[in-house]
């Protein structure tokens, strides 16, 4: 399973960026796909994440009502629209799922892909 990042830059604060995630190497039968970020000197905070099937989302508190996730299920694919960004918003952002894959053997696991740096200047 690999998960692999795009996007992301600068950008002025009130501006926008995307970031976008493909995961490859399996067919999930269930999956939560999330993005996190960690910020210099900053523990990795949840920013987002949604279900297939299912398509249902969260959003932390901090971006609430500015980023929106989506999905193009059929081909494991989400992005992260950042709008309005803050300063605040600066970090690098990583992709991560959580799977489970039904067969003659249920696998249950977790992948985590490189980050993507977004930078938001004052």
């Known amino acids: 399973v690999q998960l692999q990042a795009s996007g992301g830059g600068s950008a002025q604060a009130g501006g926008s960026l995307r970031v976008s995630c493909v995961a490859s190497?399996?067919?999930?039968?269930?999956?939560?796909m999330a993005w996190f970020r960690q910020a210099p000197g900053k523990e990795r905070e949840f920013v987002s994440s949604?279900?297939?099937?299912?398509?249902?989302?969260l959003y932390a508190d901090s971006v609430k009502g500015r980023f929106t996730l989506s999905s193009d299920g059929a081909k494991n694919r989400v992005y992260l629209q950042m709008n309005r960004l803050k300063p605040e918003d600066t970090a690098v952002y990583y992709c991560?799922?959580?799977?489970?894959?039904?067969?003659?053997?249920?696998?249950?696991?977790?992948?985590w892909g490189q980050g993507t740096q977004v930078t938001v200047s004052s």
């Open positions: 949604i279900t297939w099937p299912g398509g249902s989302t």
């Open positions: 991560e799922a959580d799977y489970i894959i039904y067969g003659d053997t249920t696998v249950v696991g977790r992948a």
């Open positions: 190497g399996f067919t999930a039968s269930r999956r939560v």
